[in-house]
């Protein structure tokens, strides 16, 4: 029998096992693959993929040329914003404190001037006016007896004073004398019974004045914008704490309706009483009224650095509201033809105000030009209702970057968003 050949059993230790080959490999390949998705992520964030932004395209008006469409003829001078305002409004509340019984009213009740809105809890004005009335007929009474009871005395004045002049010796001096004076007497008893009736009347008026003063009317045609106080409440002239109410209903006259707007300073030069103008509510961007302006406040908030103008609406409209959000474009009228060889007066470009970036205290705006943003030094106004003028740096025509990129940067790779 031959003995096993061992050297043949020894064991390579300079050859590693296949299983560890494996794994190493595997690990390599991981490896390899995120370091090639970490570059991709680097150079995406990089600029390598375009930003989706919003853009606006300047366009440039002239003081002749502007849309009709709504406001008529002219351009654009300034725009405003503000708020749909009644000229004739009211807080309507009751003459004197008391609980309200009776409510007649709603939210959106048409109502003529005059008509009772509501009524105060009134069965003690109602027995005033009772007692009152009861006075003025025991005067009137009373005085009917004092005015017979003058007239008899006149009489029996007049019998003795006849018989005296026919015969002193029948009726003495002194009885003419006392007779008169029963008279006089009674002829002051029907006077002052006279003022006493006068009196009672006009307690009696002060007791149905009091009584119609639990009577809250309207004080002008027009509807109920909100109710202020409910039935069961308690309600005064003016609000005196805890459950006190001070009003009863809010109503305007919705006939009266107009937008108050406050107007840059900068720019109020450009607006004067009975301009043009073209409002647009923001409840309805697609539909645009004809106004006017009615009144330029002849003061300025000093804080915001505006003046507040009054623009009343030519277009009487249902959809219309009071409260509502407003834009007021102020139009300028068309100049005089201009003469035959005559320049046109240079344009002017309004672009919305977030457009305009302050950078380095400068004003500065981006331009998007075959699929990448360049920035402008530009020369701007003030904001007027978010519209800023650009007085120098465009020529019109540019798209201007206005949203969806906050930070960008010279030559970055961008894409309009629909």
């Known amino acids: 029998m031959t003995a096993p050949d061992l050297s043949k059993l020894r064991i390579d230790r300079d050859q590693p096992p296949p299983a560890l080959t494996r794994a190493f490999k595997r690990t390599l390949w991981l490896a390899g693959g995120a370091v090639v998705i970490f570059a991709g992520l680097f150079f995406t964030l990089r600029g390598g993929s375009a930003a989706s932004i919003q853009v606006i395209t300047v366009l440039a008006t002239t003081a002749g040329g502007g849309s009709s469409d709504g406001g008529g003829g002219g351009a654009v001078g300034v725009v405003a914003n503000g708020y749909v305002v009644a000229r004739t409004k009211a807080a309507v509340s009751a003459k004197i404190p008391g609980r309200l019984a009776v409510l007649n009213v709603s939210e959106g009740s048409v109502v003529r001037r005059g008509d009772v809105i509501a009524r105060l809890d009134n069965a003690d004005y ?121 009003a009863v209903v809010t109503m305007a006259d919705l006939a009266t309706l107009e937008v108050e707007v406050d107007v840059n300073e900068a720019y109020i030069a450009r607006v004067h009483g009975g301009q043009r103008a073209r409002i647009t509510l923001d409840a309805y961007p697609d539909t645009a009224f004809r106004g006017a302006v009615r009144q330029v406040v002849p003061t300025a908030d000093r804080q915001r650095a505006t003046v507040q103008v009054k623009v009343v609406i030519n277009d009487h409209d249902s959809r219309i509201l009071p409260e509502m959000g407003a834009k007021v474009e102020f139009l300028e009228d068309a100049p005089p033809a201009l003469r035959a060889g005559a320049a046109l007066p240079p344009p002017r470009l309004m672009v919305p105000a977030a457009a305009v970036r302050s950078e380095d205290g400068r004003a500065v705006v981006w331009i998007v030009r075959n699929g990448r943003v360049t920035r402008r030094d530009v020369d701007a106004g003030p904001v007027s209702g978010n519209l800023r003028e650009i007085r120098s740096g465009l020529a019109g025509g540019e798209q201007l970057l206005v949203g969806g990129l906050e930070t960008p940067r010279e030559g970055q790779r961008v894409k309009i968003a629909p």
């Open 126 to 246: 109602q027995a005033a006016v009772s007692e009152a009335e009861a006075q003025v007929a025991t005067a009137r009474a009373t005085l009917i007896e004092a005015q017979s009871d003058r007239d008899q005395t006149q009489r029996d004045y007049a019998r003795v004073r006849d018989v005296h002049t026919q015969n002193p010796n029948l009726v003495s001096t002194q009885e003419v004398e006392a007779a008169q004076s029963r008279f006089n007497q009674a002829d002051a008893r029907a006077n002052a019974q006279s003022a006493r009736v006068d009196a009672a009347a006009a307690g009696l008026r002060l007791a149905q004045a009091n009584l119609e003063n639990t009577y809250v009317r309207a004080p002008f045609g027009g509807t109920v914008l909100r109710k202020e106080a409910e039935v069961g409440e308690v309600v005064a002239p003016s609000v005196g704490g805890g459950l006190t109410r001070g």
